[in-house]
């Protein structure tokens, strides 16, 4: 069975937990009925799985080609990219001044799933594109966005983003890529960037660079870093393409997942580049794009663990070999199908729960996204705060998970899983650069307890501790999902006391920040799925309560069960932990590794 | 840097924790003296790091050819190989009667552990020809062995082990090879069997394949199976080589990783076998090798973490990138390394302490097996219970926080690790097949709560219980070392509560041990690894209490501090868990996947 888009699970989780249609009051959503994002979704889906999925394959084994600055794809993804555009899916939730269809960011990014599991490598066309239309859109001039938007909402025209130098991944204050300025008030680009996504390929005719670069003569440090937009081919006035840019592809990355996708050392001389927003600005403008990145993968790694969580069901249900211990279940078969063996049932249910739970986390905050632009304050208030405090939280929680369920994915397959005859390898090979780039996921778990938290002073979490209580006390007389509400409330308990912890704790040695930060993250990412489990468990509940026999529901309250007595646990273990503080981590001299 | 084989560890562990010169007494031990270790150890570690180590990379770079019938190794493996034969390390613990050097278990699991680590695909071509020594010297009629050992035990022959078929990986009463007799008094094998490591190969004259099959009118299942031992070329009466047997490589498999190891499909085609040990009990006969290869895979799992933990230090140590949270640490260059970061430090030391516990949990089980053969009887009975108890847990215990381990060292390296550029993208690669080959590690816990526990009315459990306990009692009033002797009381306790909840529930219902079995072993694990870091911590602090300044036993104390506070809350989280029992998982019907 190839991947088959989940479309029933999000628009349960839309219509059902979210309850969109009471949002059309709100901006961008006057237009969205439940019914068409159905619609939308259903389409999206056929999609995702006729047109990319079958290129997932090919892609890996054949990977890009670099010849002469000229980059390659794999066998029929260019043209499967051209029948994306045709199609006009790029330009879903794009601005439709700018050409887009104005889709709220909830369809973006159900339908972002679809694609991310189809294939996570082809994915990343679009993906790097769409973050830098969004960069674009929100820090352009009005020429800049005249200029590229409308290719770049359509797909057209790819986009990418340009941070790495190979001598600094994280650290961006120490980009040494120049910009000297021009008299026509462009600016010559010079350096190398790295670890391109998407950085040169053969499937559109313009590929526009977003870069972060030093202008000449400005501080040292993040604080003298500016954006610049360098397409590969400068652009005329009238929006023909005129010559090429000084940039090229000079290199290609081998790496362990995700070979197709053109992972570029891109090299840029002297290229022309024209600032966007502000002189040493250029993080806070690059952010746009980052934050969006960083969903976007945080999206990718759960999307890859959906479609190889479906490979395991897959395969336990065809695998015979070995009988039930409480007697066969296929008696006229030489041996029983796996999944009638708990062990087997509990790595399936493992990345069932991370996948639906990870799958309504992701559609709760594009909620979120779709809110900040609320015309009511404290609603769109709130949503930012919610935004930049869940953002890391997504990144980090549905990779590291999402690769956790990939890897239970290929153990469920046996020695089958191993081979590259059977999609796991690829899923679990794929799945692991999510976890890394976009800033990696111990940087996301200090952005979280280091800055996101603190900020206006603790605003946001306090916010959505209040959201959580009011819903646990709301729901405190529904028996029928009692477990579900208690084990939401003891997860907040043990969030509230791990982040009054690090109040006490961390201002007074930011390395016990630091020492408890990816266990916060841990227990931050428990409870915001215990969030969503209560959730859906309320709104199957209901169904049930009402007499629907459909095993959906019944399915759904199954699989939050396991996420309830098998994953909440490990609160209390990572809050143990937590606890410890830095000096077990500090006291170590570094000679002692 | 390149892979440093861990001498000072190992030999730390086996003359102050073990205290190897205590054993001159027991059998296999009257010519092993502390200091002979050492130089053994010493040359070893140099052979894997010089020899071996290079040859890594190329391995999984190249991999292996199939032309013909004839697998082709990488380059310089066969050299290699060679070398490693005229210096004499296969035969290290092989019996003096067949050209063995009789040395013990625990310089064979020492030495194993740093050709591992060197190479893990190369090191598989030794060990699978010492399991099929093992094999038949157990199982072997004397002819045969006269014929077979000697040859394997130099490694001038390989070894291979025959157990699956596309139809039946775990569930061997599946198996369909055919042996017909001959009137010879041989058999002629027929049938398909895969995955077999170094199954072909050109680095020796002759393979030695041990296979499975059943004879012609044998009893349906598991009850029907036999071994055989099928040499690639008949050996003539003078041990001179005769003709080709009827067996071929026909497929080499493409993996995820181990590439420089021949993962083969093997034919056999009326190719003439002959019966080891008894018609129809091959299984039993199989299970020496099988035992052999699941500590062998154990160990592997751990000995690439080792390496690739390695790595990840050095990475840290080069890496410059940020500032430390309270202040520069390297104010003369343009960043601090990012070893200063606590949540680097937090993922080096986790790797760390499961390298360097497993280490010596891999020794002490070394040392139960070498005392298996034992003259006093009660101490041969008391090793024997242990050697079955543990080895599931090794097998799957150690591959499976190997791999988390290799998977934190790619963690640690950011970007770069996920680039075939750095070697972590191999080690991870190279340790995700040691969850699953050797009988997958959901199996290993299945063979633990459903036969290891239960044998003999649990006495292997009970007595190391009360080796525990009376490790706990006698080093009670050891102030120094306090948290890891409440830590190892702590764990045990809920071990035995799980058993105890394994004992009241499993019986009534198979299904809720087998929900429970994962769970088991990893507390169980932990358990031993709690033991072992006791033990370290008291050979460290007596050390350290003599007046040693040695940074070395300091290091052991603050890596098991990690472990007690970090790595040992775990525990509580499966303990819960596994009390969850069987319906959470068998509720769900196999639709609702």
Redesign the interface.
Known sequence: MPYKAPVRDLTFFLNEVLEIDRYTNQAGFSEVSSDLVQQILEEGAKFAEEVIAPLNRTGDAEGCKLEAGVVTGPTGWKEAYHQMVEAGWPSLTCDPEFGGQGMPSIVGMAFGQFTAAASAAFSMYPGLTHGCYEALHANGSPEQKAKYLPKLATGEWGGTMNL?EP?????LG?IRTKAVPNADGSYSITGQKI?ISSGEHDFVDNIVHLVLARIEGAPAGIKGISLFVVPKFLVNDDGSLGERNGVECVGL?????IHGNATCVMQYEGAKGWLVGQENKGMAAMFVMMNEARLGTGLQGLAIATAAYQAA?EF??DR???RS??GPKNADG??D?I?V?????????EA?AIVEGGQGFVLWTALQADLQRSEDEAVATKAKDYMALITPVVKAYLTDRG?HAT?LA??VH??S?????FPA?QY??DA??T???EG???IQ??DLVGRKLPQNGGRAIMSWFGDIDAYVNEQSGNEAVKPFIEGLAESKKALQEATMWLMQNGMQ???N???A??DYLHIFGLTALAYVWAQMAVAAQKQIDAGSSD?FY??KI??G??FV??ML??V??HL??LK?G?D??????????
Chains 1, 2 share one sequence.
């Open positions: 790495t001598q600094c991944g994280t650290d120490l670890w990355e081998h790496k362990m997942g069901v336990a249900n015979l070999q070995g211990l409480t030489p041996a199908p999944i063996h708990p062990d087997v049932r509990r790595m399936l249910l069932k690769f890897s290929m153990q046996g020695g899983g191993y081979t590259e005859h390898s679990l090979r692991r650069i976890m890394i780039y990696a996921n111990g778990a200090l040695n930011p390395d920040a630091g020492a930060s990816t095993p019944a399915g199954a699989t069960r396991y007595e098998r646990p490990d209390g273990a143990k932990k410890t830095a077990v981590l500090m006291s170590v001299p570094a000679a002692a590794f």
